[in-house]
DNA sequence: CTGTTAGCGCCTTCAG
DNA sequence: CTGAAGGCGCTAACAG
């Protein structure tokens, strides 16, 4: 019979079973100490109690917990649903739970997340992106908590780092691009201030396109990602003309938009413009015709810098920084072979 | 200087402060009983010292946390995400962090997660859906922590609930279909087993067809939603040939999977079929077809569910359960007025 | 307005 | 293998 009051404690338990406190404590954590018999014989009687331990106790007599803290900027599309994953499947495998929050992009919001964060003791922290308030470095580090670093690669992470490298990213599509013959190349992202992947893409587009051609640049604040991609081709079309034989997207939801704009204005794709997007997201499997894209390890990212930590937890090596390689999944949207060949 | 070593405790600052412990308790937490002019001076160092409060210390003295406890299905999605926001907008501002954990839609895996969760002495509980373990049911309402289900309506909510009513909602669509001529519907989903929402939609479409028309249902197992979409229309077309005249699907995804069908089968949409998804997504405004859809107030649900939920907490009267509307959202895909008319 | 006294439930020592 | 004592950091409940 669960009593309704207050909820079983240790020492009930330990009562009703006719043995220390400090035996149950043991019997139940699983370590040694304990004869089998006892243990057995404590872990039935707590069972039938209801008795769950109290993880603020537990936490504040061992100085930790099993709490990891994750910080996103946000829980819409694909990419970071998939990262937080990858990563939660090997986090709660290992018995932890995870506090969540997201930022919408702004440090401040993740500087005080981080804050109350800390005042759980959690057992690991993992930001998105290397983009944080300077403070959240320094409490971080102050705090000697395991912290990993996702999606964006950095060669000086807070702690762990696990991500992709988007300046190359950008050159190895611009590669791809040109050793297709491409020569005149645009990129269409979101605005400036949103998010400096766009840039480290777009520098790396250049750097491939270097002394070939230069890169046109639209970066439209429209409506949703369909709208700015849409309207970023049509903007595109209109001030460098026929002078853009290939553009790369931010996103596949953009380079979709872009492909509209395309066939409303009669440009044909791929044999007028090419057209790649980035991600490789589930949206592509179905579209009348395939993206040309990049493929984000996302998952992969997740499990990947979970185990990072998880080692790092355990007082175990981990590499401080890896970076992840993208794959270019070619679609019917830009062409197979250079024109001549 | 902050200390690189023990994080700075409540006593510490007393000590730098000169007053005692309590003083700078009350003093943090903001609650009367000192003097202005303490409070600024104790605020002042703690922040000097870096001090962040021990929530686990906190939550074993009162008894309680400001953490809350959420179990989605999955992060897959705008439905949950959505959801998940309003939800956690509500309480982040209230001052309560989300720890979220994801099942899957295994009932087995959302009761571990309430036992765990529960350790933590959590705010208030929330649940997604109806369909849950029975003990989890029994373990929550003898810890007397308020919950929340949300997405499904019913009418025996745990404690509160904000939802849906999936019937209502299928037989609205139903009725919107009978007033447009069709009289031949069809229904694609999901395999049964994972999600009795499609079953309470269906069965809503059907009474509204009831007498006119029986209901052709396609439940495949693909992969992806627009795969399920694609295959399932497919199915239908090849076993019910002509018959059909509408589809309803089970969300938005699988809509277009099978509106992409039907383009590739060239069955004309909204002419010869009319398609009509489910949930009104973002999907919708990048599509080259705006899809006649059913939305669903998601975002209103997590904050209303939010809000009662916080009422809850502070003791305050909240309605046990609420059903919220859902709205038809008429696209190109269906026609816009009877044949004949 | 300020301080003192007891715990909250569990775990780390250290004895038996 | 088992148990007894002390404390983790904080906050109610009571004094002054």
Redesign the interface.
């Known amino acids: 019979m669960?009593r309704?009051r207050k909820?079983a404690k240790i020492e009930d338990v330990a009562e009703a079973a006719g043995v220390s406190i400090m035996t149950v404590s043991r019997a139940i954590r699983g370590i040694e100490g304990v004869s089998e018999k006892k243990r057995a014989e404590v872990l039935s009687i707590a069972r039938k109690m209801?008795y769950?331990?109290?993880?603020?106790?537990r936490?504040?007599a061992v100085n930790n917990?099993n709490?990891v803290g994750i910080s996103l900027p946000t829980?819409?599309g694909?990419v970071f649903?998939d990262i937080?994953?990858g990563m939660?499947g090997t986090f709660?495998s290992a018995g932890y739970?995870?506090?969540?929050?997201?930022t919408e992009y702004d440090i401040h919001a993740e500087k005080a997340w981080v804050?109350?964060?800390?005042?759980?003791?959690p057992a690991a922290v993992i930001l998105t992106g290397t983009h944080h308030h300077p403070q959240v470095r320094e409490?971080l580090e102050?705090?000697r908590v395991p912290v990993l670093q996702v999606w964006d690669h950095t060669d000086d992470p807070i702690d762990l780092n696990v991500g992709i490298d988007h300046f190359e990213a950008g050159r190895h599509v611009g590669d791809y691009l040109v050793a297709l013959g491409y020569r005149r190349p645009g990129f269409i992202g979101a605005p400036k201030s949103h998010d400096m992947r766009a840039d480290a893409r777009i520098a790396g587009l250049r750097a491939a396109f270097d002394g070939i051609a230069s890169v046109a640049v639209a970066r439209p604040a429209l409506?949703?990602?369909?709208?700015t991609g849409h309207g970023g081709m049509e903007q595109l079309l209109a001030q460098d003309g026929p002078g853009i034989d290939v553009v790369f997207f931010l996103n596949d939801?953009m380079a979709?938009?872009g492909m509209?704009a395309c066939?409303a204005r009669g440009v044909r794709v791929p044999e007028d413009m090419g057209i790649v997007g980035f991600n490789g997201l589930?949206?592509n499997?179905?579209?009348?015709v395939e993206l040309t894209t990049v493929a984000t390890p996302r998952k992969l990212m997740g499990i990947t810098g979970a185990r990072n930590l998880l080692a790092r937890i355990h007082g175990v090596e981990a590499p401080r920084s890896v970076a992840l390689p993208v794959k270019i999944q070619p679609g019917k949207t830009t062409r197979a072979q250079p024109p001549n060949s």
Chains 1, 2 share one sequence.
Request: charged content about 20%; glycine content about 4%; proline content about 7%.
């Open positions: 669960p309704t909820p209801n769950t331990p109290n993880s603020a106790a936490s504040l917990s709490l829980f819409a694909e649903a937080l994953k939660r709660e739970a995870s506090v969540i929050d997201t804050e109350r964060l800390l005042s759980w003791q409490r102050n705090a409506g949703n990602a369909f709208a939801h979709f938009g509209m066939e589930d949206l499997s179905v579209l009348p």
